[in-house]
């Protein structure tokens, strides 16, 4: 392909977020540039568990969540690619007052916006996720439209959707500096220079270094999640919900012939560190012998390291920076991007077009984290 000289639009980031924005603009017919310093989703997507909910504590979440959730249901027709998706639910096992009470609350906001989420007792979960053991637990949530796919298969999708609009895909193109003048001007690469006046920040837990490329603060920080996989379980009851122990975040659900395991690691430092390491094992362990005792005794074969792009308050900074034009953003969504990467795709070309968005989301602009504004998402994993 021939280096672009020009470009409407220049997307930074080759994950959902970017793919997902380069294909929503291309559709429009916007001449769009995107740029990946790596290969196309090599960044935090292809490490993500893929799970895809709309249970959320925040009503604009509910909605992102929502609106990818019926994005991924006909993902095989728009933009056209399979993307193995399961709706086996999404389990949250509760085992405090307060967060039962918390999580009521978010059921009924759930429900008002058309989410099927219901409370249920303790032995409706172990019906529906067997390898639980149900000691401490006072309630659970369950949503039957939530459920994991492939973001590999998504980011694949949204990137050939986006060329055959014609958009410009450049793997291996890493930004290097954002010329301004009275506006945006240009973007310098690792290949090249591309004139442009409009940029869009995809780049996930790098999105702080391209925000101070143009004098725009996101206060976004790189942590480190691991995940692993059990070896085959020929006896494992199938479907197999995501399960969250919500208290401990340690969560499990089906992949290929067995689980795939995962959880928080409170001791884990800020950083880009994607080496994995058995620190965080013994934790995992003790969650497992309280929660789903009969896995301590499945064989583990392998595991990834990938990074987290977590926000002071665990929510998405979402918008266009009022003093640069024109500089939009989308990241720092602290565990739930994946997720929601179909409607912010749709968002982000709105904005650019000037176009009322589906669900206001300036409660998400950066400019909150300046002041006493901050929006929590409790439903964090």
């Not at 994005?71 to 096992?93: K, S």
């Not at 694949?156 to 001007?185: F, K, N, S």
Request: net charge negative.
């Amino acid at each position: 392909m021939e280096f672009p000289a020009s470009a409407d639009v220049v997307v930074v980031g080759g994950g959902v977020m970017g793919t997902s924005i380069a294909f929503h603009l291309a559709e429009a017919g916007v001449d769009v540039v995107l740029i990946e310093r790596d290969e196309l989703g090599s960044g935090s997507t292809c490490k993500a568990a893929g799970g895809v909910r709309a249970q959320f504590s925040d009503e604009v979440n509910i909605q992102l969540g929502a609106r990818s959730l019926e994005a991924f249901g006909r993902f095989g027709q728009r933009p056209g690619q399979e993307i193995d998706l399961h709706r086996v639910g999404y389990l949250f096992l509760l085992s405090t007052a307060e967060d039962v009470a918390a999580f009521e609350q978010s059921v009924a906001l759930q429900n008002e916006l058309g989410v099927p989420s219901r409370m249920i007792s303790v032995n409706e979960a172990k019906r529906l996720s067997p390898l639980i053991e149900t000691d401490g637990l006072l309630a659970a949530t369950f949503s039957p439209d939530d459920g994991h796919c492939t973001p590999e298969s998504v980011v694949l999708g949204y990137a050939t959707g986006a060329r055959r609009h014609g958009a410009r895909v450049l793997p291996h193109c890493e930004l290097l500096d954002v010329e301004m003048g009275d506006g945006i001007r240009a973007v310098r690469t690792s290949r090249g220079h591309i004139e442009t006046s409009a940029v869009v920040c995809a780049a996930g837990a790098w999105s702080a270094a391209i925000g101070d490329m143009v004098g725009v603060n996101l206060p976004v920080t790189p942590l480190r999640r691991q995940i692993v996989f059990t070896e085959p379980m020929p006896d494992l009851p199938r479907p197999v919900p995501m399960t969250i122990d919500f208290a401990t975040t340690f969560y499990f659900h089906g992949e290929g012939h067995g689980l795939m395991l995962g959880m928080s690691d409170p001791d884990e430092r800020p950083g880009f560190r994607l080496e994995r390491d058995d620190a965080w094992l013994p934790r995992l362990g003790e969650a497992m012998a309280t929660r789903a005792p009969s896995l301590l005794e499945v064989g583990v074969t392998t595991g990834w390291a990938g990074l987290y792009e977590v926000s002071p308050d665990h929510n998405a900074l979402i918008g266009e920076a009022p003093g640069v034009s024109r500089f939009l953003y989308a990241t720092g969504f602290s565990g739930h991007g994946f997720l929601q990467g179909p409607a912010i795709g749709e968002i982000i070309r709105d904005l650019y077009l000037g176009r009322e968005p589906f669900v206001d989301v300036s409660p998400l602009d950066a400019r909150r984290l300046e002041g006493d504004l901050l929006r929590p998402e409790i439903n964090c994993v």
